[in-house]
């Protein structure tokens, strides 16, 4: 006879645990055990049936594993929190007796712990058993920087606390100068949310959110107290994270802080790297021009090297050019690159090599910008340096740390203003102040051999690892659509980068050459209308010619439409005719002649027909001989091909119609 089951030990029952009964488990505030599951990723399950788990009539809420719960006894900070829980009792006590002394004692040591020797707790232990792996870190970071990242640009308040945001925000600017010295920056797209970055550390792709540096509203409705608790935890580990990252370059962690740069809004440029690589990257750097009227020239001796390698190359033979060339174009032909292309119809687009004489890391780095004071400075100072380039310089009023303040050094090749080309009143004594720039200048005036264009050239740029025509991206020129890079065109679907005559179909095509027919006969009877309308004013001698001629004065509009209405009757009177004589001959009905490009269309449209007709039972015939269940599955996998073309082919009538009413604008 087998052992008897009893109810509530086996099952359900025993490998589940209500939130309350947890609780009293553990011996902890519910606030302490929700910071607790949080920090060491214990979460809410969800058991089959919640009436046998609940060993109750009610059904509980929560549930939790049995086995994670018991986990949770042997860890160390219950001990803290339990510390915690025994100090706030003493501290209630000495109010309680009137000891107002020593209930400040008491509070004075629990604010200060560095000073007793006794710190309320470290998460390092809970890193470690998280994440045993560098990589496991890596993969877990992206909620960790939105959230810093987050959090840095929030104010100050009672949940918020001011330390809070001082050390998110250092973290963070820790890990871009990271990103910087490493170059592992990839991509990044400007987004209604905020702006998106992409970075590679050691092969591991890692993505996150930055919002825009807006004065942030604080609403009562969310939950500060358990975001703060997710902070906590993040803080840690992007401490630890950027440790490993900072030494497995040889550069010193933390980095040197200046707290007067920083309250004069350095920022990135607030810390100074050590180590052997910053060392190499601090001798390559240029020097920070401090005095705004310094003007930057070439070196004597270097212009002298240069001029006199000029005149060596101008006299080269002509004959050795031209070998030197044949021969480049014979290496050409044989170093061909392999292309790849999918195996099948329908497969992925692989992403195609190209040569490449720059590396995408450099791409700014032959470039000096000088950012506007109207442009967001501190995300494009980062993705300039973090791409290559070491001369970076702003309006004083941006912050400390730029290369230079001063708008008319002529070393600037490239200057981003975000403001529409306006033309600036005079003043009484003639000095106009254009709205461009915070210089004196003339207004509109620019400086000769500067590049100016707008902040999103920086992002297509860097995301299509090449430098864009300016000319696109001019001050006040509509910008070209700014696509995300991490969408990745599959086969068949809407691309905006391709012409859409090249990806729309048959049908659409045929309708969109119908439309513009129409369009145009409706043109042309606008024009003959305009035509007949306008009056002409004429000597006296034509109208005295026009009165002698009275005797035909044209058809007005009345009659024009009466005769259009008698010739489509007799049109539909002779077509019922022939089909008479043709239902009592037996013969097929005698078609009228037509317009040959209608008719072309007519015809094309048939064609279109009868192939989806034909389509269409092809594929019931195939589902016939499908069993239910891949029936099923095929039913559905076609329900979803059709909703993704359907909102292909909205995208793609939105694109014709805006391209028509380009066209009409320019006409």
């Not at 033979?317 to 044989?334: L, R, Y």
């Not at 004594?429 to 200048?441: F, H, P, R, S």
């Not at 279109?608 to 269940?629: D, F, H, I, N, T």
């Amino acid at each position: 006879m087998g052992r008897i089951k009893k109810k509530g030990e086996a099952g359900n029952a025993k490998n589940y645990i209500t939130r309350t009964q947890a609780v009293k488990k553990l011996q902890i505030s519910l606030p302490d055990f929700r910071k607790l599951c949080i920090w060491k990723g214990i979460f809410p399950r969800e058991p089959r049936n919640r009436k046998k788990a609940s060993k109750s009539s009610t059904a509980s809420t929560t549930f939790y594993y049995a086995k994670d719960i018991q986990y949770l006894l042997h860890e160390p900070l219950l001990r803290k929190f339990r510390e915690q829980k025994i100090l706030e009792r003493k501290i209630s006590r000495a109010l309680g007796r009137g000891d107002v002394t020593d209930a400040s004692r008491l509070e004075r040591n629990a604010a200060r712990p560095e000073k007793t020797g006794k710190p309320r707790y470290t998460l390092d232990h809970v890193i470690r058993e998280r994440y045993p792996t560098f990589v496991d870190a890596l993969r877990d970071l992206d909620d960790c920087l939105s959230m810093l990242f987050l959090f840095a640009n929030l104010p100050s308040t009672s949940t918020v606390p001011a330390k809070m945001i001082a050390r998110c925000e250092r973290l963070c600017l820790e890990f871009q100068h990271y990103l910087i010295v490493s170059q592992s920056l990839r991509k990044s797209f400007l987004s209604i949310k905020g702006i998106y970055y992409q970075a590679n550390i050691q092969g591991e792709d890692i993505l996150w959110l930055v919002p825009y540096k807006f004065n942030q509203r604080v609403v009562g409705d969310v939950d500060f107290r358990i975001m703060g608790t997710f902070v906590e935890f993040y803080m840690t580990l992007l401490g630890f994270v950027n440790f490993k990252l900072y030494t497995s370059i040889g550069l010193k962690y933390p980095p040197k802080f200046d707290q007067a740069k920083d309250e004069q809004a350095g920022e990135l440029g607030a810390f100074k790297l050590e180590g052997t690589l910053a060392n190499a990257i601090s001798d390559e750097a240029p020097k920070q021009l401090t005095n705004g009227d310094e003007e930057a020239g070439p070196d004597p001796k270097t212009q002298a090297e240069v001029n006199k390698l000029i005149r060596e190359m101008r006299e080269v033979d002509v004959d050795g050019d031209k070998t030197e060339n044949e021969a480049d174009k014979e290496e050409a032909a044989t170093d061909a690159i392999d292309k790849f292309e999918p195996a099948a119809p329908g497969g992925d687009v692989l992403p195609q090599p190209s040569y490449s004489g720059n590396e995408p890391e450099s791409l700014f780095a032959n470039c000096t910008f000088y950012l506007s004071r109207e442009t967001p400075r501190q995300p494009l100072e980062f993705i300039l340096r973090a791409f290559g380039c070491k001369r970076i310089g702003w309006d004083a009023t941006l912050g400390e740390g730029a290369y230079t303040t001063n708008e008319r050094d002529p070393s600037i090749t490239h200057q981003i203003v975000d403001r529409p080309v306006i033309q600036a009143a005079m003043n009484e004594g003639g000095d106009g102040e254009d709205n461009q720039t915070a210089q004196k200048l003339a207004p509109n005036q620019r400086m000769p051999g500067r590049i100016y264009v707008q902040p999103q050239w920086v992002w297509d740029s860097i995301n299509d690892g090449e430098m864009k025509r300016p000319d696109l991206y001019a001050p006040g020129a509509q910008l070209p659509p700014h696509l995300s890079p991490f969408v990745q065109n599959t086969q068949g679907a809407y691309d905006p980068t391709i012409p859409l005559e090249e990806q729309q179909t048959e049908g659409e095509a045929l309708e969109d050459s119908e439309e513009e027919v129409d369009e145009d006969d409706l043109a042309v009877k606008q024009i003959e209308n305009g035509a007949d309308s306008m009056d002409i004013a004429g000597s006296d001698d034509e109208e005295d010619e026009d009165g002698d001629n009275d005797s035909f004065g044209g058809f007005s509009e009345d009659e024009k439409e009466a005769d259009e209405s008698e010739d489509d009757e007799q049109a539909a009177e002779l077509q019922y005719q022939r089909e008479l004589e043709a239902e009592l001959t037996g013969k097929p009905i005698k078609q009228t002649p037509s317009n040959p490009q209608s008719k072309a269309k007519a015809e094309a449209r048939k064609k279109l027909a009868k192939a989806a007709k034909e389509e269409v039972e092809e594929l019931e015939r195939a589902k016939g001989m499908l069993s239910k269940k891949k029936r099923k599955l095929f039913e559905q996998m076609q329900y979803t091909n059709n909703k993704k073309s359907a909102e292909d082919q909205k995208l793609r009538a939105k694109r014709r119609k805006l391209e028509k009413q380009k066209a009409r604008a320019k006409a």
